[in-house]
Every structure is written in structure tokens, then in C-alpha cells.
């Protein structure tokens, strides 16, 4: 008998060290890693209902495509998933089981072509040209609650964007925030680091002619960018800046550090239609009064010499539309269909750019909703930052939004075309050069400004005819007209050096 038990014990020592593994097919699982050499995939025979999980089961590899492909549904795809933003994507848990140039991220999956389920996929933190410079830094306790002075490296001849994020604090907006700064990081001022120390921005004291190098600020910047150098009198320097800033909570602070030598022509976009009237997909731009407005856009663009290249056409369907996503600090009732204020904001603004996490396409994303009601004033467009995170999808501040049934009801693509050009070119680093209160100025020193006295209805708003000789004819004027598409030398300067053009 001790024979036979000292036998069975070293057949199970050898089972146990001769390097296979337990068969995991069929369990349960959330990572490739959980696998042991097979694939964490959708469970095919479970379909979700709208918005619920998605459940994944560990299964062997098959033919499909890899994470960042393509795609039109799951089973396009080696894992099952394809992301409502169009591209196959992998489980996680965390940034850990996702590989260094990736982040873990709450992310939407295409289950039928009519609902959507809620998973956690790996997703690229950074899409651009190859020839872009991506350089991430973590700074641990960087932030502490209230202002702090923060140090960027210097800067070359070629403009170099910063995308600062607040690691610990994602509760936006605050119900109860009185505050000037609503998104989680705010800056408050911009200065070189040298012997002489000059003053770039101070939001504060904004000078009569504008900034040097201007700062975009604004309950939805989120991220926070930050170009240096935005425009000729902010040249670049070799001692490096100081960026003062404001935050709410103390906390890490993430820095991705994005450039590029080479100028590019083409601007790709995706296109998220989001319950905007009559858009399907349909060609190569859309239904025919978009892909008019996109031959606008063209037109506009063409004086800067870039023009549209491809267009991903994204349908967004099911209860999404109207849910929207929660939020960890407030009570949202409206979904993304149509963005109303609430708390003085649009609570759903930054959910809904989050949607294009995992696009893995070197485009801009643009979102096409049925309406935007910012406290009872009709919107028709809002870009997520000047210049948004480029390269950078599923962000807070990933993108623009377009108000599209206001012109679609109308077949006006003229001017919807003059909006999408004027929010892209925003979203490319473009500010208004005159803002509507008339005390408020671009840092370009050949936009002309147009300054609150020429006011004459005295309605405290500049428009384009009050202004027609001062810039009210340039596309980024703060008020709109279909025929006011102008863009100066600096401007287009601005425009081409866009590190997202291919």
C-alpha cells in the first residue's frame, strides 16, 4: 500500500511540472492572461441585452482580426469585439493587462446591429503619424488641491503639445461646485522659465491684444492642452516654461508630450451619428447634405491646403441615445441625442467624446447629435479644446460636437459645412480672434480684433456685421455666417502644423 501511494504521488508531482497547463476552455475569464495560452473571447452564446456586460469565456484562437483592426461586427474580430468606434479591441481589468502604449478603458461593443454592451478594453493611448514624437511621464502627487506650479521642458521651433491629466479625480461636473474651474484641472497661467522670466498667459489680466501664447480654459477642457509655442510672439524657448494650475484634488498628474517635424495635407475623420435627423450611413460621406457640407468644408480648408480624407461613418443605436452614461457625482436624466445644461453645463458633453475610445485610426471624431440647448441658447457647435488631445481617442475632450438637425432640417449644408470647418479648425488650434463679449483676443497678431464698442445694438454681443471690417468676415469669428470663411497667414500656419495631418 505504501508502495502504490509513494507511485501515485510522483505521477501527480510529474503531472503537475511537466509545463501543461488546466484546460481553461469554457471558463470564465476577463484577460488573455486568465487563459493560459487560449483567448479570452465573447461567450457567443450569450447575447446581452442593451448596455448590459459583456461575458467573455476562455476559448482557442481562431481567424480574426487582431486588436486595432477594422471592423464591422464581433466576429470580425480574434476576441469577438469590435468597439462601437469601429475597431476589434481586447478585454482588460486594468492598465496592467493592457501592453505599455495602451490604457484600460470603459468602452462600448457592437453585440447586434441595434444594441450596444459595456465591457473594459485595452485601447491605444496615442494615435498619430509614425514619424510623431510620444513621450508619457507620470508625476506622482504633482497636484495638490488648489494651485500649483507644474514645469514643462523646453520647446522647439516645431510646436510641441502637452496633454495634462488629473489621475485622481474624474468627478465632472461638481453639482454643487461654485467654482471657476469645473473640469478637474485648470490653467491659470503660462510663463517662460528663464533668467527674465516672461509672461505667456495670466488668465487673470488678459492683456488688450491678447496673449502671447494662449491657453484654452472652459468647463469642458478636459484634458488640458497646452501648445507651445501657439503663434510667433510666443517663439520657442530653451529654458522651458512654467504652467500654473488649478486643481480641486490633490493627486497624480499624467503627461503625454506629443510632436512632429513633418507638415501633412489630409484630415481623416470619424463620423459618430448620434440621433441626428435622417444620418445613416450611407457612401463615402454620408447622406447628401453632409457630403455637401464636407465639399464645404473642403472648399474652406483648401485655402490652408488640407483637405478631407477618409470618413468612418459610426451609428450610434439603442438605449444609448437617450441614457447617456452616469455620472459618479450628479443626477444626469439626459442622454446623447440631445445635450441639455444642467449644473450650468452639459453634463453629457465629456461621455459622450468618450465614445470614440479604441478607434485606432489617425482621425478626428466627430459627433453629430439632434440638438444642443446650453441653458435655453441654441448651440450649433462646441469642439472639446483648442487644440483638443490630438492623436488622443476617448478622452473627456476627444472630439466636436454638431447640433446637425437645425441644419439638416433646413438641407442647409452651406452652412453646416461653415460649422464643422469652424469647430475642426478650433479643435486644430485655432482660437476666435475676437470672442462675442469684445474683451477677449487671439494671440495672432495678424487676426484683426474688434473690441466691445462696436457693440451697436448694445446687446453685449459682437456679431460678424458689427464687425464686418474687424475680422467678422474670418471663418473663427465668434458669431457665425455662412459667408464668413477668411483665414489669415498665422492662422493657416497654425492649421498646418496640426499633428494629426497626414
Same mark, same amino acid.
Given at each position: 500500500? !505504501?508502495?502504490?501511494?509513494?507511485?501515485?504521488?510522483?505521477?501527480?508531482?510529474?503531472?503537475? /511540472?511537466?509545463?501543461?497547463?488546466?484546460?481553461?476552455?469554457?471558463?470564465?475569464?476577463?484577460? %488573455?492572461?486568465?487563459?493560459?495560452?487560449?483567448?479570452?473571447?465573447?461567450?457567443?452564446?450569450?447575447?446581452?441585452?442593451?448596455?448590459?456586460?459583456?461575458?467573455?469565456?476562455?476559448?482557442?484562437?481562431?481567424?480574426?482580426?487582431?486588436?486595432?483592426?477594422? /471592423?464591422?461586427?464581433?466576429?470580425?474580430?480574434?476576441?469577438?469585439?469590435?468597439?462601437?468606434?469601429?475597431?476589434?479591441?481586447?478585454?482588460?481589468?486594468?492598465?496592467?493587462?493592457?501592453?505599455?502604449?495602451?490604457?484600460?478603458?470603459?468602452?462600448?461593443?457592437?453585440?447586434?446591429?441595434?444594441?450596444?454592451?459595456?465591457?473594459?478594453?485595452?485601447?491605444?493611448?496615442?494615435?498619430?503619424?509614425?514619424?510623431?514624437?510620444?513621450?508619457?511621464?507620470?508625476?506622482?502627487?504633482?497636484?495638490?488641491?488648489?494651485?500649483?506650479? =507644474?514645469?514643462?521642458?523646453?520647446?522647439?521651433?516645431?510646436?510641441?503639445?502637452?496633454?495634462?491629466?488629473?489621475?485622481?479625480?474624474?468627478?465632472?461636473?461638481?453639482?454643487?461646485?461654485?467654482?471657476?474651474?469645473?473640469?478637474?484641472?485648470?490653467?491659470?497661467?503660462?510663463?517662460? @522659465?528663464?533668467?527674465? &522670466?516672461?509672461?505667456?498667459?495670466?488668465?487673470?489680466?488678459?492683456?488688450?491684444?491678447?496673449?502671447?501664447?494662449?491657453?484654452?480654459?472652459? %468647463?469642458?477642457?478636459?484634458?488640458?492642452?497646452?501648445?507651445?509655442?501657439?503663434?510667433?510672439?510666443?517663439?520657442?524657448?530653451?529654458?522651458?516654461?512654467?504652467?500654473?494650475?488649478?486643481?480641486?484634488?490633490?493627486?497624480?498628474? !499624467?503627461?503625454?508630450?506629443?510632436?512632429?517635424?513633418? !507638415?501633412?495635407?489630409?484630415?481623416?475623420?470619424?463620423?459618430?451619428?448620434?440621433?441626428?435627423?435622417?444620418?445613416?450611413?450611407?457612401?463615402?460621406?454620408?447622406?447628401?447634405?453632409?457630403?455637401?457640407?464636407?465639399?464645404?468644408?473642403?472648399?474652406? =480648408?483648401?485655402?490652408?491646403?488640407?483637405?478631407?480624407?477618409?470618413?468612418?461613418?459610426?451609428?450610434?443605436?439603442? &438605449?444609448?441615445?437617450?441614457?447617456?452614461?452616469?455620472?459618479?457625482?450628479?443626477?444626469?436624466?439626459?442622454?446623447?441625442?440631445?445635450?441639455?445644461?444642467?449644473?450650468?453645463?452639459?453634463?453629457?458633453?465629456?461621455?459622450?467624446?468618450?465614445?470614440? &475610445?479604441?478607434?485606432?485610426?489617425?482621425?478626428?471624431?466627430?459627433?453629430?447629435?439632434?440638438?444642443?440647448?446650453?441653458?435655453? @441658447?441654441?448651440?450649433?457647435?462646441?469642439?472639446?479644446?483648442?487644440?483638443?488631445?490630438?492623436?488622443?481617442?476617448?478622452?473627456?475632450?476627444?472630439?466636436?460636437?454638431?447640433?446637425?438637425?437645425?441644419?439638416?432640417?433646413?438641407?442647409?449644408?452651406?452652412?453646416?459645412?461653415?460649422?464643422?470647418?469652424?469647430?475642426?479648425?478650433?479643435?486644430?488650434?485655432?482660437?476666435?480672434?475676437?470672442?462675442?463679449?469684445?474683451?477677449?483676443?487671439?494671440?495672432?497678431?495678424?487676426?484683426?480684433? /474688434?473690441?466691445?464698442?462696436?457693440?451697436?445694438?448694445?446687446?453685449?454681443?459682437?456679431?460678424?456685421?458689427?464687425?464686418?471690417?474687424?475680422?467678422?468676415?474670418?471663418?473663427?469669428?465668434?458669431?457665425?455666417?455662412?459667408? %464668413?470663411?477668411?483665414?489669415?497667414?498665422?492662422?493657416?500656419?497654425?492649421?498646418?502644423?496640426?499633428?494629426?495631418?497626414?
Amino acid at each position: 500500500m !505504501r508502495a502504490h501511494a509513494a507511485l501515485w504521488l510522483l505521477l501527480g508531482s510529474l503531472g503537475a /511540472c511537466d509545463g501543461t497547463a488546466p484546460n481553461r476552455a469554457g471558463k470564465a475569464c476577463s484577460t %488573455d492572461a486568465q487563459c493560459d495560452g487560449l483567448v479570452c473571447k465573447t461567450a457567443s452564446d450569450r447575447v446581452p441585452e442593451d448596455l448590459a456586460d459583456l461575458e467573455f469565456v476562455c476559448q482557442p484562437a481562431h481567424d480574426g482580426k487582431q486588436p486595432g483592426a477594422a /471592423c464591422e461586427t464581433g466576429g470580425d474580430c480574434l476576441h469577438g469585439v469590435c468597439l462601437l468606434s469601429g475597431a476589434c479591441a481586447a478585454p482588460c481589468t486594468n492598465d496592467a493587462s493592457c501592453s505599455p502604449q495602451q490604457r484600460c478603458a470603459a468602452a462600448y461593443a457592437r453585440s447586434t446591429t441595434e444594441t450596444l454592451a459595456s465591457l473594459q478594453a485595452c485601447v491605444a493611448r496615442v494615435d498619430l503619424p509614425s514619424d510623431a514624437q510620444v513621450a508619457t511621464q507620470v508625476r506622482e502627487r504633482a497636484l495638490r488641491a488648489g494651485v500649483a506650479q =507644474l514645469d514643462l521642458p523646453p520647446s522647439a521651433a516645431t510646436p510641441t503639445l502637452h496633454v495634462l491629466e488629473h489621475l485622481d479625480d474624474d468627478t465632472w461636473p461638481l453639482p454643487d461646485s461654485q467654482s471657476r474651474c469645473r473640469p478637474p484641472l485648470c490653467a491659470r497661467g503660462l510663463s517662460t @522659465r528663464d533668467a527674465q &522670466a516672461r509672461v505667456l498667459f495670466e488668465l487673470a489680466q488678459l492683456p488688450a491684444d491678447g496673449p502671447d501664447n494662449a491657453v484654452a480654459t472652459g %468647463d469642458y477642457v478636459n484634458p488640458l492642452t497646452v501648445l507651445l509655442p501657439n503663434g510667433p510672439r510666443a517663439a520657442a524657448n530653451p529654458a522651458g516654461y512654467t504652467l500654473e494650475v488649478e486643481a480641486k484634488r490633490a493627486g497624480d498628474l !499624467r503627461i503625454t508630450t506629443l510632436s512632429r517635424t513633418q !507638415r501633412g495635407q489630409r484630415l481623416d475623420l470619424n463620423l459618430y451619428y448620434v440621433g441626428a435627423r435622417d444620418l445613416v450611413a450611407s457612401g463615402d460621406r454620408g447622406i447628401p447634405t453632409l457630403s455637401a457640407a464636407l465639399e464645404e468644408v473642403d472648399r474652406i =480648408l483648401a485655402a490652408a491646403d488640407i483637405f478631407i480624407g477618409e470618413v468612418r461613418q459610426v451609428e450610434v443605436h439603442g &438605449a444609448l441615445l437617450d441614457r447617456g452614461t452616469p455620472l459618479a457625482a450628479a443626477e444626469v436624466s439626459q442622454g446623447f441625442r440631445y445635450l441639455r445644461s444642467q449644473y450650468q453645463v452639459l453634463p453629457q458633453l465629456p461621455e459622450l467624446f468618450k465614445l470614440s &475610445a479604441g478607434a485606432a485610426d489617425i482621425a478626428l471624431d466627430v459627433f453629430l447629435v439632434a440638438d444642443i440647448d446650453a441653458g435655453g @441658447r441654441d448651440v450649433g457647435g462646441i469642439s472639446g479644446g483648442t487644440p483638443i488631445p490630438l492623436g488622443m481617442h476617448g478622452t473627456p475632450g476627444s472630439g466636436i460636437v454638431i447640433a446637425a438637425d437645425m441644419f439638416l432640417s433646413n438641407d442647409d449644408s452651406k452652412q453646416l459645412g461653415r460649422t464643422i470647418a469652424h469647430e475642426l479648425c478650433h479643435a486644430l488650434g485655432l482660437f476666435h480672434p475676437t470672442e462675442a463679449d469684445g474683451r477677449v483676443f487671439d494671440p495672432l497678431p495678424d487676426t484683426p480684433v /474688434c473690441p466691445i464698442d462696436h457693440d451697436q445694438n448694445g446687446d453685449g454681443i459682437l456679431d460678424a456685421r458689427e464687425c464686418a471690417a474687424l475680422g467678422g468676415d474670418n471663418l473663427m469669428f465668434a458669431t457665425s455666417d455662412a459667408e %464668413d470663411t477668411q483665414l489669415t497667414p498665422e492662422q493657416i500656419n497654425v492649421l498646418r502644423q496640426a499633428l494629426i495631418l497626414q
